[in-house]
């Protein structure tokens, strides 16, 4: 079809697709998917019959008319027509194929009911389903290509470059040989840069921005301030948001230097240039001091945390690095990506897969291996898979750290570092509750001299007992379970973005940053603390949601703008979740050697005490004795609902589809 159309009919296209307003291009597209929708019936009735306008054109002639608008009144439920054409992809089909296949079991349903004669053919609807997703798909699929790849100077997507530097001077040169992007001028906070000019282009104070964009028709702001720092990025942002263009960024200062980019490398804004969080030089002498030149275990390290702990730790120089996992997938992943990135370190890198609960498969690992630091990363963290799945969740999080720890000091460890979480204070949920069952079980073996778990008489051993801690922080970005990663898939196909609960907020944390902190507040413990990382200020989840359906140049679709982009919707909290996370349980913590890192001694348990806690659990697990489970951890964990928040079914049942809220899942 394609060579068929002259590049002039191909840019004309796009020059109407482009200037048109949103009523005319919904219009247009649903013109366009009446005669696809059509063609499609007409393929599926030819498919099925020689002679389409004989026996096929009779048989079928009731839904021949209604096959169209059945399309397209299913496309309009199923929200389709709310994707935004020039920046749809791959992410769009599965909305379509539902929305396809939902067409055709309606169509065939009154194509039944309309005549009665039975002689309508099941294939024939099959294939309009077929083929009207693979029409309709094409055609967006055709339209955003033309938007996006025959623009000439005239149609090209005009945009401002946020930086008059060297970083700025870069982008505008690569975007000059771009027919996608065309700067039209600068803006920039340096007040004696303003009426200059760099690549013949003029630079306006960012002040002037609105005005800007308004007179050059402008569409997107490329930030090109690489080396910006965090809080003063946040606040420009914070100004761009309400001007309803695309905002997207070069590389970071690092990675230009390095090389691994680009200044054309264009990317979505990340959370941390939402939050502005100021990074810390990491303190090299602790890192080596934790893991230089020893054999370290992490277990759980196919996982967010576990993966980039292994990444840092191999950058760090350790003996051998062991990582222990029981997802296949992951492990190999992380083993792949390791041996990639460091070849001549190779040799040094262990996989082991298995269960952390597995006694024997973690003494011949240690024994082996000959570990001498472990981080325990191996955990189940996904709040409502264990808030369904109590028994495994506390198998893994419980028993598994409590086989760990004691296979830790069997074989005469160093340092063991437990990676805990903020759900664990005050928990709502099992998972929590779990983890924190978990401290407790770690805090226990740090309070006393160690114990030969395999002696009969239980006497203390000659060993050395390790320096044991547990670091506990909030929500790392993009981890598995992140909230970020599910907003833009909800932005990129269209919407709703959903989000639990209006108020509900989060601390947040990058993945490298969380495993930086964990190495070095293992290397600052004494045996016994709990340090506590700075997540900085909680995040509205609902204001994250905004920023990035505005700064994705998207508007929010409420009842205050009717003709907005994408809508918010707020599903309820889910069972176990909190409005509000918190870090410390007791009253007090203290300064470490780290400006980032915090240490809090708390309350807990004796030995004694922790082992009949642990071998009531274990029976419970066994049994798998739900009940019996939750009472324990309500007694020891502290368990239980938040006060003030309504019953998460019920919520979610009357949901509403709002404008300032949303339906995001923050863990």
């Not at 590389?251 to 100021?278: C, K, M, N, S, Y």
Request: hydrophobic letters at 50%; a negative charge; proline letters at 5%.
């Amino acid at each position: 079809m394609s060579g068929d159309v002259s590049p002039e009919q191909r840019a004309g296209l796009a020059r109407l697709l482009a200037g048109a307003a949103r009523p005319v291009k919904f219009t247009l597209l649903v013109a366009g998917d009446l005669a696809v929708l059509a063609v499609a019936m007409m393929l599926a009735i030819a498919l099925r019959y020689d002679d389409v306008f004989g026996a096929g054109l009779a048989d079928h002639r009731s839904v021949l008319l209604l096959a169209p608008l059945v399309g397209v009144a299913m496309f309009r439920v199923a929200g389709v027509y709310r994707i935004v054409v020039r920046y749809a992809g791959p992410l769009m089909a599965p909305r379509i194929a539902i929305a396809s296949a939902i067409a055709a079991t309606v169509v065939a349903g009154l194509g039944f009911i309309l005549d009665r004669e039975g002689g309508q053919s099941r294939a024939v609807f099959v294939n309009f389903g077929i083929f009207g997703f693979l029409g309709t798909w094409s055609l967006r699929l055709l339209a955003g290509h033309l938007l996006r790849s025959t623009a000439t100077e005239a149609e090209a997507v005009r945009v401002v470059v946020y930086g008059a530097g060297v970083a700025g001077a870069g982008l505008a040169t690569a975007l000059a040989r771009d027919p996608i992007w065309r700067a039209v001028a600068f803006v920039d906070d340096n007040p004696r840069l303003h009426g200059r000019k760099v690549m013949d282009l003029p630079i306006h104070p960012a002040t002037s921005l609105a005005r800007l964009i308004a007179a050059e028709r402008i569409e997107a702001v490329f930030l090109a301030l690489p080396s910006v720092a965090p809080d003063t990025r946040r606040d420009i942002l914070a100004r761009l948001r309400p001007l309803g263009v695309r905002v997207l960024t070069v590389p970071t200062l690092e990675e230009l230097v390095a090389g691994r980019a680009g200044f054309r490398d264009l990317r979505q804004l990340d959370v941390e240039d939402l939050i502005g969080r100021r990074t810390v030089t990491a303190d090299e002498h602790l890192l080596h001091r934790a893991i230089g030149d020893r054999i370290v275990l992490v277990t759980g390290g196919g996982g967010s945390i576990g993966s980039e702990l292994c990444r840092q730790i191999l950058a760090t120089g350790p003996r051998r690095l062991v990582i222990l996992d029981q997802s296949e997938f992951n492990l190999y992943r992380i083993g792949l990506e390791l041996e990639k990135a460091a070849p001549d370190r190779a040799d040094a890198v262990r996989t082991v897969l298995g269960d952390v609960c597995d006694e024997a498969l973690l003494d011949e690992v240690f024994t082996r291996e000959g570990v001498e630091v472990v981080f325990h990363a191996a955990a189940y963290k996904h709040v409502p898979i264990v808030e369904a799945n109590e028994p495994e969740g506390v198998r893994t999080n419980v028993l598994g750290t409590a086989a760990v720890i004691d296979a830790a000091i069997r074989h005469r460890v160093e340092r063991f570092v437990l990676v805990s979480t903020d759900k664990a204070v005050r928990p709502t949920n099992v998972m929590g509750a779990s983890k924190r069952i978990a401290e407790l079980a770690v805090q226990a073996r740090a309070s006393v001299p160690a114990v030969d778990p395999t002696s009969a008489d239980r006497v203390v051993s000659p060993i050395v007992s390790p320096i044991i801690c547990m670091v506990r922080f909030g929500n790392v970005i993009e981890s598995s379970g992140s909230v970020v990663p599910r907003f833009r898939a909800q932005i990129e196909s269209g919407g709703p973005v959903t989000v639990t609960h209006p108020e509900i907020t989060r601390y947040f944390m990058t993945i490298p940053e969380a495993a930086e902190l964990v190495l070095q507040s293992a290397a600052m413990a004494r045996g016994g603390e709990v340090f506590l990382l700075d997540m900085g200020k909680p995040v509205r989840i609902l204001d994250l949601a905004r920023s990035m359906i505005e700064l994705s140049g998207l508007s929010v679709l409420d009842d205050a703008h009717p003709d907005g982009d994408i809508a918010i919707r707020i599903t309820g909290l889910r069972p176990g979740e909190k409005i509000h996370e918190e870090l410390l349980i007791g009253a007090d913590s203290e300064p470490s050697d780290h400006p980032r890192i915090h240490r809090a001694r708390e309350a807990r348990l004796d030995p004694d005490e922790t082992a009949d806690l642990l071998h009531r659990v274990r029976t419970a697990v066994e049994r798998r004795d739900r009940r019996e489970l939750r009472d324990i951890l309500a007694a020891h964990a502290g368990l239980h609902a938040e006060d003030g928040v309504p019953d998460a079914t019920a919520v979610a049942e009357a949901a509403p589809v709002v404008g300032d809220a949303s339906a995001a899942e923050p863990d």
